[in-house]
């Protein structure tokens, strides 16, 4: 019998990132994209801004998109969304690393994101000891963001716990918990005890007994730690 169960999450886009770049006017580094572009031609010559605005003081700064490109080698389409001002085409170059790097300025991604359900399963997901589950994380936004940080809000779970879980091969991720992704990537939990060779659950070792060295090989396969509790009140 196939038990394996499958959920989808998907990093969806709440904002757009900050540009962090000296303001000209202000001690301010932090900018909003204020939604537009300006476009100057020059006989068949184009230049493309992407508009910023300094969130201290309102002064608008503007990162070239496109400089000096002959009128024949910008699709059609791209013109009329840069004329129009169109909100993809804002969000695209706003979020552009590429663009970033040219024009020396970093993006903070801190609170672009938010981590929601598409298929299967609720967020947060309790995990059910009794059966394998499959994620897939897709992004649809290249926000960076730290594997681990998605496990703690997708499974309502501690840093701290969702590292053990890595460590005791519960969950089989294809990356370190640390490592920032922006791609889309999937990941395992495996059934509660799946880990353990022998059929013994993972049992907390509590402080007060001392550590019995009853089943050394699951420790040197699996990298399995006991789990230390506080003794009970
Ligand atoms: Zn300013």
């Excluded at 303001?23 to 010559?45: D, E, I, Y």
């Excluded at 695209?92 to 993006?107: C, D, F, I, T, V």
């Excluded at 880990?195 to 007060?208: E, K």
Aim: charged share 25%.
């Amino acid at each position: 019998m196939n038990t394996a169960r499958k959920a989808r999450w998907a990093v969806r886009q709440s904002a757009l990132p900050t540009v962090v770049k000296p303001c000209l006017s202000c001690t301010g580094t932090r900018h909003r994209p204020s939604g537009k572009f300006r476009v100057n031609a020059s006989g068949k010559l184009l230049d493309v801004w992407l508009l910023l605005n300094c969130a201290l003081c309102d002064r608008t700064s503007k990162v070239p998109v496109h400089e000096r490109t002959h009128v024949s080698s910008l699709d059609p389409a791209r013109l009329v969304a840069y004329e129009s001002n169109a909100r993809a085409a804002v969000g695209e170059w706003a979020m552009s690393a590429s663009l970033a790097a040219k024009n020396g300025y970093r993006l903070d991604w801190t609170g672009t994101w938010r981590l929601q359900a598409e298929a299967g399963l609720d967020i947060p997901h309790v995990l059910d000891a009794s059966a394998p589950l499959t994620v897939s994380v897709r992004f649809e936004l290249p926000a960076p963001v730290r594997v681990e940080r998605l496990l703690m809000i997708g499974l309502g779970t501690s840093r701290t716990e969702v590292r053990r879980m890595v460590a005791d091969g519960r969950i089989r991720l294809p990356s370190a918990p640390g490592a920032k992704t922006h791609r889309d990537f999937e990941f395992r939990i495996e059934r509660d005890g799946a880990v353990d060779v022998a059929g013994h659950p993972t049992v907390p070792v509590a402080r007060s007994e001392p550590r019995k060295r009853s089943s050394p090989g699951r420790v040197a396969v699996f990298g399995v730690r006991p789990r230390v509790l506080s003794p009970a009140p």
